[in-house]
């Protein structure tokens, strides 16, 4: 075998799960579609690589994964650290009841905690100091206050480096100057925050604590080998484990670029040269819809994996995410600087309407903003790529953004009042000409949106905002999520899950998923430290 392990994927769960096998001794080999970004390479100009295009990916393997379904899009990042690069920070811990229906038995908050509480330390979570707080982490706290629930307000636990001794009162635009070096506990080069605002589109001071900062470093340092531009298209049993197809990227085309490379498969794009590798255990971990696109491919299209459990693509969940802007006429909340969210007021403890949910300080989505305008230029500059239309029926979402974004006073008295929540978890991802495809019906969901969608007036009422609701939402219903989770689904058997409680795929020795496909119900919080618990959990729990 080429590797003992090849893990699939560099987000949380296989920078977390490559970084302990690698400690472990194992020679791990990492497979990264995207690219691996720096911050003098992350995109910023309209030309820039904004665009990862699902169909396309040897012409756009860009910072941006956005793919659109009937009534909900989902957006995820691309590149060596995966959603860690695009997040907005946040590293949250769900409240018990999310514990108690739709796991495997052994998976409790109580087995979870020692794994929380290692990430909260590898990845140094900590709350923006109260003499850097943003504005819009000042109107959480007044609008909690002014309804007499004070106590629902709190700082959120980000992965950001802070300067203790910054005083900083956003009265002046924020300055990279006020960002201080330093060397992480990891070894890795780091600076503290300076509010640029840019957390989603690549923090160009390096304050985000990163997967490359941290779980991917010490990987590497462990001899863990990454290659970036690696797009795995297939996974197939060999005696003694699998051999992992992939396909090279490169701009303009994709060549072979591997150890075995021998046939062309399941390509990139016509033309795509295919190579593999080989090793005794795979992990996948691309993701809610890679992971579960990759599998649904090798069960039904390569049939390379016939037996996966006819669960998988079942019970998906939005996490409840929904966004509800507010314009402050005489206020300037400047919604694009400082960390993109800073505070959460919760309502975790479903007292209101029996709906368990929490609200953040949303900073504008840059994302989703110079993801529109990119797909704009080039398609000026190359009217017959329509392909790039690909998610874009949520065009009068875009506009209203790019509206927005475009008139600096309208623009900077903005509050995008934020929100996650248990939703019904119903959504059913399948193949639709070979294509990843997502049923989702809102149906059973509406009384939380419509719970949220009132709390987030009731905040902006309270603090004198004017809340418009976001066209998409107004006229057809349709959601964004950021926050995709579920479709490898954990469960006691393959009769109501995908993979075990240790992230073993039933009927396949030696395959994993980690990731958040394998998380079985919505969470209520932001993920991305659930799903690094378990990752940690599944690679403990790992024979050696
Ligand atoms: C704008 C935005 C803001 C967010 N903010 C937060 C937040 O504040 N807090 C939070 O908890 N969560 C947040 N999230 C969600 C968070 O990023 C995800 O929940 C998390 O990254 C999921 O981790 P993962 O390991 O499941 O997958 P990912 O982190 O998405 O990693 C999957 C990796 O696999 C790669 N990949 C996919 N398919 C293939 C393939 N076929 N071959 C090779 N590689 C492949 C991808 O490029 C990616 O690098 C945010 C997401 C977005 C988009
Ligand atoms: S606000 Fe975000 S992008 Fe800006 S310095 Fe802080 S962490 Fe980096």
Wanted: proline share 7%; with cysteine; aromatic share 8%.
């Amino acid at each position: 075998m080429d590797y003992d392990v090849i893990v699939i994927g560099s987000g949380f769960g296989g920078a977390i799960t490559s970084c302990r096998l690698a400690e472990k001794k194992k020679r791990v080999l990492v497979l990264e579609r995207g690219k691996k970004w720096t911050k003098t390479t992350y995109p910023r100009k309209l030309e820039d690589d904004w665009i990862w295009s699902n169909t396309h990916p040897e012409e756009f393997h860009g910072w941006t994964d956005l793919r659109r379904f009937k009534g909900m899009a989902v957006i995820a990042g691309a590149g060596v650290g995966g959603g860690s690069l695009i997040y907005a920070n946040v590293s949250a811990v769900p409240p018990e009841s999310v514990f108690q229906s739709g796991w495997p038995p052994e998976i409790t908050l109580q087995a979870l905690q020692t794994y929380y509480d290692t990430v909260a330390k590898v990845l140094d979570i900590q709350t923006v100091p109260e003499k850097q707080w943003s504005p819009r982490v000042r109107l959480m706290k007044e609008a909690a206050t002014n309804l007499n629930q004070a106590q629902r307000f709190r700082p959120a636990s980000i992965a950001v480096s802070f300067d203790p001794n910054l005083k900083y009162d956003f009265s002046t635009p924020p300055n990279p100057a006020n960002s201080k070096p330093f060397i992480n506990k990891h070894g890795a080069q780091q600076g503290t925050c300076a509010h640029l605002g840019e957390c989603d589109i690549g923090c160009p001071v390096e304050a985000k604590n990163t997967l490359e900062k941290n779980y991917l470093f010490i990987a590497e340092k462990n001899g863990a080998e990454i290659r970036p531009l690696h797009l795995v298209t297939n996974i197939e049993p060999i005696p003694g484990g699998y051999r992992v197809h992939h396909s090279e990227l490169k701009d303009g085309g994709s060549v072979a670029g591997s150890t075995t490379a021998e046939r062309v498969i399941l390509a990139a794009g016509s033309g795509s040269v295919a190579g593999s590798t080989t090793a005794e255990r795979v992990i996948l971990a691309a993701g809610s819809m890679g992971s579960t696109e990759l599998l649904l491919r090798c069960r039904d299209v390569s049939k390379t994996l016939p037996s996966l459990s006819p669960f998988l693509g079942k019970h998906w969940s939005s996490n409840g995410d929904f966004l509800t802007p507010a314009f402050y006429l005489h206020r300037d909340i400047w919604p694009d600087w400082g960390p993109t969210i800073g505070a959460v007021i919760d309502y975790l403890d479903a007292s209101d309407n029996g709906q368990t949910y929490w609200i953040q300080d949303g900073g504008i989505p840059n994302v989703m903003n110079k993801y529109s305008q990119a797909v704009v230029e080039r398609l000026r500059k190359a009217p017959h790529e329509t392909h790039l239309l690909e998610g874009f029926n949520m065009q009068s979402l875009i506009q209203h953004v790019t509206l927005l974004s475009s008139d600096l006073d309208v623009f900077k008295r903005i509050m995008p009042w934020f929100a996650q929540g248990v939703d019904a978890g119903d959504g059913d991802l399948h193949l639709t000409e070979g294509n990843l495809d997502l049923t989702w019906n809102i149906a059973a969901s509406l009384p939380l949106f419509d719970t949220i969608e009132q709390r987030h007036h009731k905040l902006a009422d309270a603090t004198g905002g004017h809340p418009f609701p976001l066209p998409t939402w107004l006229l057809s219903q349709e959601l964004v999520t950021p926050h995709p989770l579920g479709g490898c689904n954990m469960g006691r058997s393959a009769a109501e899950g995908v993979v075990n409680h240790a992230g073993e795929v039933f009927g396949y020795k030696n395959l994993y998923v980690a990731d958040g496909a394998i998380i079985p119900r919505p969470l209520g919080v932001n993920p991305s430290r659930t799903i690094s618990a378990l990752a940690e959990r599944i690679a403990d729990k790992m024979p050696v």
